[in-house]
T-cell receptor, first 115, second 112 residues
Framework: QQQVKQSPQSLIVQKGGISIINCAYE??????FPWYQQFPGKGPALLIA?????SEKKEGRFTISFNKSAKQFSLHIMDSQPGDSATYFC??????????????FGQGTTLQVKP | ETGVTQSPTHLIKTRGQQVTLRCSSQSGHNTVSWYQQALGQGPQFIFQ???????GRGNFPPRFSGLQFPNYSSELNVNALELDDSALYLCASSFVGRSEQYFGPGTRLTVT
């Protein structure tokens, strides 16, 4: 119940295309869903996050879509650029009183954007 | 605003040895969490420190221990190193009551 399942494992997209990464969770107590971007040899960088009371959140070229009933959420990268080539992780946590807010991460998606 | 920093960047140890990794929180953050990231995997939660006390622990044995200091910096100590401890160790800082966690660059530990 603590797992977050992420797909696909790898993704190749042409420059200017849309990259879509999906995640699914089981624990309905999760109330915070961030996405992280990680370049080789670097730590994960917080990209965008959403809470279950919102179905969509957009920041620049990055959009999270959230489906509470299906217990799924996805990251859409519009107008993908070669500089977006990185590994992307979805995560989930419980942030209410008494919780540590520990992040449960998906397995990661390696995105390659071809010029 | 200073980001999360970690030291050392890389470390090579022998099985059975002990290691100490260090983390400085982002300015204004009072909570530190440690994660282990094996190659090709997502980070896994080790433990969290708040007010200099352990505030939650993941599925890691007691030979993984930590400290938090009054300036909110933190240490991760691993005793009796095993080959499977080879990983990237990440520190993340946050402010209590806030959900966002910000990661440092990590320490790459290799156990031979």
């Amino acid at each position: 119940q603590q797992q977050v399942k992420q797909s696909p494992q790898s993704l190749i997209v042409q420059k200017g295309g849309i990259s879509i990464i999906n995640c699914a969770y089981e624990n309905t107590a999760f109330d915070y869903f961030p996405w992280y971007q990680q370049f080789p040899g670097k730590g994960p960088a917080l990209l965008i996050a959403i809470r279950p009371d919102v179905s969509e959140k957009k920041e620049g070229r990055f959009t999270i879509s959230f489906n509470k009933s299906a217990k799924q959420f996805s990251l859409h990268i519009m107008d993908s650029q070669p500089g977006d080539s990185a590994t992307y992780f979805c995560a989930a946590s419980m942030t209410g009183s008494g919780n540590t807010g520990k992040l449960i991460f998906g397995q990661g998606t390696t995105l390659q954007v071809k010029p | 605003e200073t980001g999360v920093t970690q030291s050392p960047t890389h470390l090579i140890k022998t099985r059975g040895q002990q290691v100490t990794l260090r983390c400085s929180s982002q300015s204004g953050h009072n909570t530190v969490s440690w994660y282990q990231q094996a190659l090709g995997q997502g980070p896994q939660f080790i433990f969290q420190y708040y007010r200099e006390e352990e505030n939650g622990r993941g599925n890691f044995p007691p030979r993984f221990s930590g400290l938090q200091f009054p300036n909110y910096s933190s240490e991760l100590n691993v005793n009796a190193l095993e080959l499977d401890d080879s990983a990237l160790y990440l520190c993340a800082s946050s402010f209590v009551g806030r959900s966002e966690q910000y990661f440092g660059p990590g320490t790459r530990l290799t156990v031979t």
